[in-house]
Antibody, heavy 115, light 108 residues
Framework: EVQLVESGGGLVQPGGSLRLSCAAS????????MNWVRQAPGKGLEWISF????????YYADSVKGRFTVSRDNAKNSLYLQMNSLRDEDTAVYYC????????WGQGTLVTVSS | EIVMTQSPATLSVSPGERATLSCRAS??????LAWYQQKPGQGPRLLIY???TRATGIPARFSGSGSGTEFTLTISSLQSEDFAVYYC??????????FGGGTKVEIK
């Protein structure tokens, strides 16, 4: 069974940093591209980052470019999102999702940016 | 950036009735369009990709149609478990991947 489990969310002050993790299991992680998608409270879905299966290609939404860094460790079946210079508007549930048309999503981890 | 617009924002339907949800793209996305279902507290679930292909395990009451800029998700006979929020997403011209604002299907 495919599972994606995010962790690392929490409360952080504006300007702070957090590192999210996504642990994948039930499939060959290294064969799949991965994405991070977020959802602000009561709002819709916003794509924020993509990393190819080999890490050779990464993309970011303009809203996070220069502040967030996506990475993966295929040996550990893990995806990461390093978030720096956090802003109030980054408050959201962050999902990791498999593939460009995500067929599997995690349950999400909540990031709250507030003073 | 391709903007995806969904209508209506809220759809009130009785169980057993048909629901028709619309998604419009600001420019052609060919048939590179997916639909997702999201229930409270859960991650989205892929329903349809390629505008009309049901994902694995998705019941036949869900169907997708359209191409170019106009798309439709139809739920032929609403079951209790179908009341949720539905999102469309284009993957024809990216980055960025873009989602519609969602349609909430609620019990009438």
């Amino acid at each position: 069974e495919v599972q994606l489990v995010e962790s690392g969310g929490g409360l952080v002050q504006p300007g702070g940093s957090l590192r999210l993790s996504c642990a994948a299991s039930g499939y060959t992680f290294s064969n799949y591209n991965m994405n991070w998608v977020r959802q602000a409270p009561g709002k819709g879905l916003e794509w924020i980052s993509f990393v190819s299966s080999s890490s050779s290609t990464v993309y970011y939404a303009d809203s996070v470019k220069g502040r967030f860094t996506v990475s993966r460790d295929n040996a550990k079946n893990s995806l990461y999102l390093q978030m720096n210079s956090l802003r109030d508007e980054d408050t959201a549930v962050y999902y990791c999702a498999r593939a460009v048309t995500p067929d599997y999503w995690g349950q999400g981890t909540l990031v709250t940016v507030s003073s | 950036e391709i903007v995806m617009t969904q209508s209506p924002a809220t759809l009130s339907v009785s169980p057993g009735e048909r629901a028709t949800l619309s998604c419009r793209a600001s420019q052609s996305v060919s048939n590179n369009l997916a639909w997702y279902q999201q229930k409270p507290g859960q991650g989205p679930r892929l329903l349809i990709y390629g505008a009309s292909t049901r994902a694995t395990g998705i019941p036949a009451r869900f169907s997708g149609s359209g191409s170019g800029t106009e798309f439709t998700l139809t739920i032929s006979s609403l079951q209790s478990e179908d009341f949720a929020v539905y999102y469309c997403q284009q993957y024809n011209n990216w980055p960025p991947l873009t989602f519609g604002g969602g349609t909430k299907v609620e019990i009438k």
